[in-house]
Structures are given as C-alpha cells and as structure tokens.
C-alpha cells in the first residue's frame, strides 16, 4: 500500500515568505507527527496529533509554526515570515493509534530559505 | 535535561561486525528504537526494545541494558548497502521520542 507521501519535496524561500507543507498519512492511521532534521542532526519533534484530540504542540520553535490536520488525515505544516535558520528538511511521519507503535516517514521537504 | 549520546560516524569493512553504541539520560523510559536512514532518504524502523536482553533480526541485533542506560546496534556481514545513518531513540514517560543525532556508517570494500 501507500507509504506517508509529503510535498513538496524541495521548497526554496526567500526569507520573509510564508510556507506551506504538506503530509498525507498512511490510510488508518490515527498518529501523525512533524520533525524537523538540519543538516548532521537529529530529528527535532515539533507537533503530534492524535485522532481528534488536542495536538501536543509543544515541539514548535515559535509562534511562526503552526499545523493543522482535516479530517483526521492530511496535515499541514505553515511557517509565517520564513528566517534562514528554518532551512532544515521537515518529515512527517505517521502510526497506529497512539506512540506504542513504531512511525512511518515520509520521504521529507526540504526547506531552503534564501 | 533529556540527553542521547552515539558515535558521529564509524567505518567498517565489507563482510565484518560492526557495533553501534548509544546511551540515554532520559525522564522515563518506555522502549528504545533503532532507526536506518539513508542519505536522503527517510528513517525506516528496524528495532524495538523494551526489556533487558537482545533482540535478533536477521544480520541486525539490538541489545538494552535499562540499568545502564544503553543499548547497541549489531550488524554482521556488512553489506555496501548498509551505508547510512543509524538513529537511537527512546520513548520517555511522555512516550514522547527523544532522538539521537544519529551515526553515520561507511563500509568499506
């Protein structure tokens, strides 16, 4: 079946700008979480969603990140007045119901803010 | 504070043993992971611990020792494929996943 999908799969930004990236899940699954990989690093978490509860937000750098998620299935990751530093690639991954079950990943957006 | 510690990068042989360390500070623990990524490329899940002891999958085992805060990584027969990063990372008692920064493998001919 289809895995998590993401797009774009590069974004080039002039600092200032707005974004928008995208996660589609894998289909029944209930857990979707946003990460956020610069270059040599590891995975920074930045926002979980479970079903239809409150996301766990506590990840997000600033008040520039935010993200929703439609219908219990695809999210959105906005970043408002973009800055150098957010350059990074983003991955979304999702899983079976709560954090007990191992996360599929997608394949990334990479960020690059001029 | 929350802390992952594994080597930066380590290098191998084709057809040898190679042993991926990594040890955790964390608040709690509910089961440690070990991701692969490869350059690129998104982590795919390739172990689970949560009791003490070894767990073996094929050419690919990972050892937790909870009272030392550790566990590794082994991986026999390298294969030039195996080439990538390795990712530790522990659920703590948020189960929330702390992750490591990662080790990059080279294998060698």
């Known amino acids: 079946g289809a895995g998590v999908s993401q797009s774009p799969s590069n974004k080039v930004t002039e600092k200032g700008k707005d974004v928008e990236l995208r996660c589609d899940p894998i289909?029944?699954?209930?857990?979707l979480y946003w990460y956020r990989q610069s270059l040599g690093q590891g995975l920074e978490f930045l926002i979980y969603?479970?079903?239809?509860?409150?996301?766990?937000k506590s990840g997000l750098p600033s008040d520039r990140f935010s993200a929703e998620r439609t219908g219990g299935s695809v999210s959105t990751l906005t970043i408002q007045r973009t800055q150098q530093e957010d350059s990074a690639v983003y991955l979304c991954a999702s899983s079976l119901a709560s954090p007990l079950y191992e996360q599929y990943f997608g394949p990334g957006t990479r960020l690059t803010v001029t | 504070g929350q802390n992952i510690d594994q080597p930066t990068e380590m290098t191998a042989t084709e057809g040898a043993i190679v042993q991926i360390n990594c040890t955790y500070q964390?608040?709690?623990?509910?089961?440690l992971f070990w991701y692969q990524q490869h350059a690129g490329e998104a982590p795919t899940f390739l172990s689970y611990n949560v009791l003490d002891g070894l767990e073996e999958k094929g050419r690919f085992s990972s050892f937790l020792s909870r009272s030392k805060g550790y566990s590794y990584l082994l991986l026999k027969e390298l294969q030039m494929k195996d080439s990538a990063s390795y990712l530790c990372?522990?659920?703590?008692?948020?189960?929330?996943?702390?992750w490591g920064a990662g080790t990059k493998l080279i294998i060698k001919p």
């Open positions: 969603f479970q079903g239809n509860s409150a996301p766990d």
């Open positions: 990372a522990v659920r703590d008692s948020n189960y929330q996943l702390i």
């Open positions: 289909s029944g699954h209930t857990a």
């Open positions: 964390t608040s709690g623990f509910n089961g």
